[in-house]
């Protein structure tokens, strides 16, 4: 079968390659899916580069999410051969992958398979992130960074989904064109520093109550400053590379909160919570909550040009991968 290698390691996107490589074995504990489009997502560039957390041996295949149909399925795992499904797997740039039952969730009828390969990684933290940490309530206002990107998206959509105010922190005219599709109520634009001003006065000068950031780097004081009092701001990720760090007296002094998000790491451990993202996941796509943005979709040989589009932080929506047709 086609996958899409890293033959040595921390090359970066260039030395992903094309090559065949053996189709897996059925076992008796991990589904067998034939991929129809793979997610490209963060930590698979962060994998080509060899700085994600998890660092496999060279070589190793690409990608972690996606769509496709059930190939082989473990008796009690739950699932049926050609069931539709999206996944969470490592290795999921390739025309077929195993996935464990666990991380596997059935893909609405509402979702093609482009959609469903943008489906899990960014709508699962999305409401684990402002659910789960952050205790979004209905009506409360929340600034989302980075809001025309993968994460972005999904957080615009699963916060009007649980009935908050939403405001898009983004770039530029086209990002701002992005979320406003994704749902997004108001634009700020975090070029500059008057994005924060603006948010003051979209909020009566008293701060939003929710900050979801996947970004990072040199606007995280700003986003404490963003704030209302008993305010949180959750942590989701650092696209723009620096880890940034905070005096916890800021946090003190207007009974704010700093609220981390690990959502693969947590769920890992806790399948009845997995499971119930999912469904839950599943029914706001059902209600129209949520409709997965897709911004480009790459030819499978084409992958290492996908990644720089990530990498560049010219990507805007979800960019996914045709691995093969149904």
Do not use: C
Not at 51 to 56: G, L, V, W
Not at 87 to 93: D, E, N, R, T
Not at 223 to 232: K, P, Q, S, T, V
């Amino acid at each position: 079968m086609r996958a899409i290698r890293m033959n040595v390691a921390g090359g970066g996107p260039d030395d992903a390659v094309e090559e065949e490589i053996a189709a897996p074995e059925p076992n008796d504990h991990g589904l067998i899916v034939d991929v129809r489009s793979a997610g490209v997502s963060f930590p698979d560039l962060l994998l080509s580069k060899g700085e994600y957390q998890i660092k496999p041996d060279p070589p190793f295949t690409l990608g972690s999410e996606g769509a496709g149909r059930v190939a082989h399925a473990p008796e009690g795992s739950g699932f049926a051969v050609g069931d539709r499904v999206a996944f969470l797997s490592l290795g999921a740039y390739a025309e077929q992958v195993v996935a464990a039952p666990l991380m596997t969730f059935r893909l609405p009828d509402e979702l093609d398979y482009h959609e469903g390969a943008a489906l899990i990684i960014n709508y699962h933290t999305a409401l684990f992130a402002l659910r789960d940490r952050g205790q979004l309530k209905s009506g409360e206002t929340v600034l989302v960074q980075g809001a025309a990107g993968g994460v972005g998206t999904a957080a615009i959509q699963v916060a009007k989904g649980m009935g908050a105010h939403v405001i898009a922190a983004v770039s530029s005219d086209e990002k701002a064109e992005v979320a406003l599709e994704a749902g997004a109520d108001e634009i700020v634009f975090s070029g500059g520093d008057e994005w924060l001003g603006r948010t003051k006065a979209l909020t009566d000068g008293k701060g939003v109550d929710v900050v979801l950031d996947p970004v990072g780097g040199k606007r995280f004081l700003d986003n404490l400053r963003a704030l209302d009092e008993g305010g949180r701001l959750l942590v989701v990720g650092f696209a723009e590379g620096s880890i940034p760090e905070v005096k916890v007296n800021r946090l003190l002094l207007r009974n704010t909160s700093v609220v981390g998000v690990a959502w693969g790491a947590f769920v890992g451990t806790r399948p009845d919570l997995a499971h119930e993202i999912g469904e839950t996941v599943n029914a706001m796509v059902a209600r129209g909550d949520i409709k997965p943005v897709i911004g480009r979709v790459f030819n499978f040989e084409d992958a290492a040009a996908a990644l720089k589009l990530l990498d560049e932080r010219k990507a805007t929506g979800k960019v996914v991968l045709q691995v093969s047709e149904d």
